[in-house]
């Protein structure tokens, strides 16, 4: 069963299936769609988010109702106003070419009265949260009692959010012939209470292993003190550049707090939590999907509704006090068939708790280390240097050049780069040069690999290898085996030649012996790859990750290329939207003097605006303009 037309569905569905792109149907969409297309029956369907749920239980549904009545024959629940706008716009979208198609959506926040308005036009499906829609049966603004069709989206977190009597009174008002479609992406008891009490002998359907969360997401964990519990996520967004992440605290109170401090640092940061009024939410949301906030701060309550695809990283600031909360956590990555990472901040006496998550998601974590000063420097300048590498040109600029120009006039190339990358460098290399190393030791554990990089070959101070940068990275859709792999053939090398590949977003790094050298980069010079130029250079640092007291030595690198020589050839290629200090910074925008100390207190990333050279006013110097890149990957 491979296409979405051997499933059943009819031509209609099939063109704005065509259109949206999609070629081959997830694994619930190939087991629930022949199902529910068949028979009227009842349903439970186990899996994870991002797995494709809507249209599972949507292609089915828009293809059994009858177009031409205006009775409401589908009713779909759903835990938070976010949902259910987006199951709506999908609905609405998989049925563009169903002609007379109505799905209105309802939902608390907004006018009750326009909703009315909109079911009485006449709405086949109706697309609720719980609490806006027992309202307006109370007041008779919608009549459900011809329903034929009943889905329960996340009937976990409805169930988590207190939706239990909602829904029972809601289910009250419906047909009793109906058939049930229950979608969840974990069964706790509620659910299958939920199952027993509302459902006839429903189809079961898992795809996955049940409580298991997707294996498209990895696992880790960074061992810190409770009081650098901070520091430690600082050190971690610094260290990836191009993250765009949701960060979980427990409180409200906690989301907020951090939310403030990471704006204060520099970072382009929100906070997500109940306290806020519906539009304050809903403005953070459209900042965070428009990519102009990379990390949102959320409790676990606020964050229910984020459906955000390409969401790197989830962070867990703090553990959910339920292990099974932090299924739902990290499902917030890894969606629409993307890899994704999901990273915990613990102290040592919480490792007990990644334990009984480890049991739960069935999954092992990995103890990784938070990046030290050097790591973070690195990362940072390369990833400046890709993006000015990716740019291009605004002629606007053009009108300046004759000063500017006079101004470098003695100013050689390789001392101009050399400035201009200092610029930022510097600011990260001061801030972090004292800096401590905040990773415990977890005497329980120990052996666990860094998994996300090529451990490779363990190599000591005698290490007689170079480090590479090359801008191609996980957004080129390689992890470090697949590079490594891909290194390996177009070399020609052995099995050993390439070690310590680590994998960033849009560019990684790899090690290999220095007698290669000239070798590799002759290669290239000039070598393409599917259309674009693929850019080595030597880099100053020995690389490996972890093992910190390893690298100093040794003088890395050399080479015919210092690390700074940045050839400006090639096409820009799409993305680069990696951010060296180039956060935004909205909200608190003072320069107030603050605590000064080794210890992470203030951020690389906040500028100091008196600094003198300051090119402009505002510290979005290097704001790139930010893609969206939603379904264009
Ligand atoms: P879930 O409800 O399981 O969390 P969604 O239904 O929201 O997942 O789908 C997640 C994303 O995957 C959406 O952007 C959706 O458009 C996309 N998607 C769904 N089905 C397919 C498919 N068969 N092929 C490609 N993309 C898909
Ligand atoms: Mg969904």
């Not at 939706?163 to 229950?182: N, R």
């Not at 204060?264 to 939590?273: P, R, S, V």
């Not at 050298?517 to 010079?525: C, R, S, Y």
């Not at 510290?619 to 990957?633: G, I, L, W």
């Amino acid at each position: 069963m491979n296409t979405f037309k051997e499933l059943g569905l009819n031509e209609d569905l099939l063109h704005a299936i065509n259109d949206l792109g999609f070629e081959t149907p997830s694994d619930v969409q190939a087991k629930a769609i022949p199902i529910l297309l068949e028979k009227d029956t009842d349903l439970v369907a186990l899996a994870q988010t991002g797995t494709g749920k809507t249209a599972a239980f949507g292609f089915p549904m828009l293809q059994k109702i009858d177009i031409n009545s205006r009775t409401t024959q589908g009713l779909i629940l759903s835990p938070t106003r976010e949902l259910c706008l987006q199951i709506t716009n999908e609905l609405k979208l998989y049925g563009k070419y169903c002609k007379g198609l109505n799905v209105v959506a309802i939902y608390g926040g907004a006018s009750i009265s326009e909703q009315a308005r909109d079911v009485k036009r006449g709405a086949q499906i109706v697309v609720a949260t719980p609490g806006r829609m027992k309202d307006m049966i109370k007041r008779n603004m919608v009549d459900i009692s011809k329903i034929e069709y009943a889905v329960l989206d996340e009937a976990d977190e409805m169930l988590n959010m207190g939706f239990y009597e909602d829904i029972t009174d809601i289910l009250s008002h419906s047909p009793k012939d109906k058939s049930t479609w229950l979608f969840s992406a974990t069964m706790p008891k509620e659910v299958s209470n939920i199952a027993k009490k509302f459902m006839h002998t429903p189809v079961e359907i898992t795809v996955g292993n049940k409580n298991e969360g997707t294996n498209q997401v990895s696992h880790e964990y960074y061992l810190v003190n409770s009081r650098d519990r901070y520091s430690a996520l600082k050190r971690l967004a610094d260290a990836n550049p191009d993250i765009f992440s949701v960060i979980f605290c427990r409180t409200k109170r906690d989301t907020q707090k951090v939310a403030e401090q990471l704006i204060e640092d520099g970072y382009n940061a929100g906070a997500l939590h109940g306290d806020l009024s519906q539009n304050q939410r809903d403005m953070v949301m459209n900042s965070f999907r428009k990519k102009q906030i990379q990390m949102l701060v959320a409790t676990d309550v606020a964050a229910r509704g984020i459906d955000v695809d390409d969401i790197t990283h989830v962070i867990n600031y703090q553990l959910p006090d339920e292990p099974e909360i932090y299924t739902h956590r990290s499902g917030r990555t890894g969606r629409a068939g993307k890899t994704g990472i999901s990273m915990v901040i613990v102290s040592k006496s919480e490792i007990r708790k990644i334990k009984s998550i480890e049991r739960i998601i069935n999954q092992k974590f990995e103890l990784k280390q938070i990046p030290d000063s050097k790591d973070i420097c690195e990362v940072q300048l390369f990833s400046l240097a890709n993006k000015v590498h990716n740019t291009e040109i605004n002629h606007e600029i053009d009108q300046y050049l004759t000063s500017i120009n006079a101004l470098f006039e003695d100013t050689s190339k390789e001392e101009l780069i050399k400035k201009f990358f200092s610029v930022e460098f510097t600011r990260f290399y001061n801030y972090y040069k004292k800096s401590q190393n905040l990773n415990v030791t977890d005497s329980s554990r120990g052996g666990d690999r860094d998994r996300d990089s090529d451990g490779g070959r363990d190599y000591g101070s005698s290490d007689n290898s170079s480090r590479y940068f090359i801008n191609v990275g996980k957004k080129d859709g390689y992890d470090w085996m697949s590079l490594k792999d891909f290194l390996k053939e177009i070399l020609e090398l052995g099995r050993d030649d390439v070690f310590k590949v680590d994998v960033k977003e849009s560019f990684s790094f790899f090690n290999a012996e220095k007698e290669l050298q000239e070798k590799i980069l002759a290669f290239f010079q000039d070598f393409k790859h599917n259309g674009r130029f693929v850019n080595v250079e030597v880099s100053e640092d020995k690389g490996g990750g972890t093992s910190r007291n390893k690298r100093r030595s040794g003088s890395g690198g050399g080479g015919r290329r210092s690390s700074g020589d940045f050839k400006p050839r090639g096409e820009r290629r799409s993305g680069g939207k990696s951010d060296f200090g180039g956060r935004d910074r909205r909200g608190s925008g003072d320069s107030k003097p603050r605590r000064s100390s080794s210890s992470d207190s203030s951020g690389p990333n906040r500028k100091d605006r008196r600094a003198k050279g300051d090119f402009k006013p505002v510290e979005s110097s290097f704001s790139p303009p930010r893609r969206s890149r939603r379904k264009d990957d």
